[in-house]
């Protein structure tokens, strides 16, 4: 693989060098020169208005990836403390780079953050870059892309994962177009292939039904994002020294200037954000009937401490709102318990609750799927049932 520059073509205009994730175009005397750096992602040769970059590849000649090396997974933040599922993903990160033989590095950018930075490196966690400074306090993803680039740029992992939540998705695509490489979105698993040491990427497709596995051949990093939930996270070492393992990254405030004007954030309700972080959710489905019924799941859901879920057949009928939908278009839960009322337990809900850690599945169907997942199987009216247990409970017996 060569890349050439016609001097006599080129004027030196650094339109190729703006555009260089990798920090691989320098200008002297009004001439683009590339050095080491040069992955040949061809961002330059489309971004030159002259022809003046060429890149020539001897026929079948196989890219040469040996420069990139590690895991390295982006730790969200909110409201200044790392949100679970980065360390989900760490979790998964260890796994892949044990396999690998290499590091798990992590990226953290934020303001002002504090929570958890220590508690990353129990997961596994070998070095973590971390930018912190009040120009990241609005979460605008524009900075934040660019801020995850300058880091994978010089890094050069091999494998690059975030969380596919809302500020994943929107990030996220935007570090993969930056830096040309592919993104499998929304993936429910991982593995590395023993033959060819490239990242297996899973997600499910076609309405759920199918599960495509995906690798990424042709550019580096492989990219993933991987849906909250999905994975477990698991401390390997409770006691750890973090003693050079934190490297601050010197943020040039000029160079992070976003192209949003934020006017209001709007935070949405309490119940709207947190459904994913409840231990215990009551859901209902369409076997309610009617959404009053909702009310009797909430008296349930309130005495265990835990808040409601719903199908999408019940949020399509208007009886609760799309914040409680759990399943492939909805959100993705692991609580400690998961009581299913009145739903059927299609593969596109099960997508979203199967991973709960004991399910108990009311249905007077008892052919319905829901019972393969089940822990816990009540083949009975849920208008029976539960008012049962609402009283079960309040007199202060076990509810299994
Ligand atoms: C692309 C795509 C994405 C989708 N995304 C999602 C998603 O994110 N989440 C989701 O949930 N669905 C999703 N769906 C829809 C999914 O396929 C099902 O249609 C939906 O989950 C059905 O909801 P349900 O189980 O409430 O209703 P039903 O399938 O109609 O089941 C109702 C159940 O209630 C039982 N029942 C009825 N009365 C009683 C009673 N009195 N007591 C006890 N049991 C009773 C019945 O036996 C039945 O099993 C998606 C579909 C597609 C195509």
């Not at 040069?38 to 040769?45: L, M």
């Not at 524009?142 to 500020?167: C, M, Q």
């Not at 409970?393 to 299994?400: D, M, Q």
């Amino acid at each position: 693989m060569k890349i050439e520059v016609n001097e006599k073509k080129c004027t030196g205009c650094k339109l190729c060098q703006s555009v260089c994730p990798y920090d691989a175009i320098e200008i002297k005397d009004k001439i683009a020169i590339v050095n080491e750096n040069c992955i040949y992602c061809g961002a330059c040769v489309s971004e030159c208005k002259f022809d003046a970059i060429k890149i020539t590849s001897l026929k079948d000649e196989v890219k040469d990836f040996s420069s990139f090396k590690g895991v390295c997974i982006y730790l969200e933040s909110r409201d200044s403390k790392l949100i679970d599922v980065g360390f989900e993903l760490l979790t998964k990160g260890r796994e892949l780079a044990d396999k690998l033989g290499t590091k798990l590095t992590a990226i953290a950018i934020g303001s002002n953050i504090k929570g958890g930075l220590g508690k990353a490196f129990k997961y596994g966690l070998d070095k973590l870059y971390l930018l912190d400074s009040e120009v990241f306090k609005n979460n605008l993803d524009d900075i934040y892309s660019k801020a995850i680039v300058r880091v994978i740029s010089k890094t050069k992992p091999e494998i690059f994962l975030a969380g596919a939540t809302s500020f994943g998705r929107t990030v996220i695509p935007k570090v993969a177009a930056i830096l040309r490489t592919g993104l499998t979105a929304d993936c429910t698993d991982l593995e590395i292939d023993t033959k060819t040491g490239l990242l297996e990427q899973t997600k499910p497709t076609f309405g759920g039904n199918i599960l495509a596995t995906i690798t990424c051949e042709k550019s580096r990093p492989q990219m993933a994002t991987v849906r909250p939930h999905v994975m477990v996270a698991k401390k390997i070492k409770d006691k750890i020294d973090i003693e050079g393992k934190i490297k601050n990254i010197e943020i040039d405030k000029k160079e992070y200037k976003s192209c949003y004007n934020l006017i209001d954030f709007d935070k949405g309700t309490e119940e709207d954000i947190n459904i994913t972080d409840y231990d215990v959710i009551v859901s209902g489905g369409r076997g309610l009937g009617a959404p009053e019924h909702f009310s009797m799941l909430k008296e349930l859901a309130d005495l265990l401490g835990g808040t409601l879920g719903a199908s999408r057949a019940a949020v399509d009928a208007g009886w609760i709102s799309y914040p409680h939908q759990i399943g492939q278009t909805g959100k993705t839960v692991n609580p400690k318990i998961y009581i299913a009322c009145g739903i059927s337990g299609a593969i596109q809900h099960l997508a979203g609750m199967q991973t709960s850690d004991i399910i108990i599945a009311i249905n007077k169907d008892p052919e319905a799927p829901i019972f393969k997942v089940a822990n816990y199987g009540i083949v009975e009216d849920l208008f029976e049932v539960v008012p049962k247990l609402i009283n079960r409970i309040r007199s202060g017996k076990t509810l299994i």
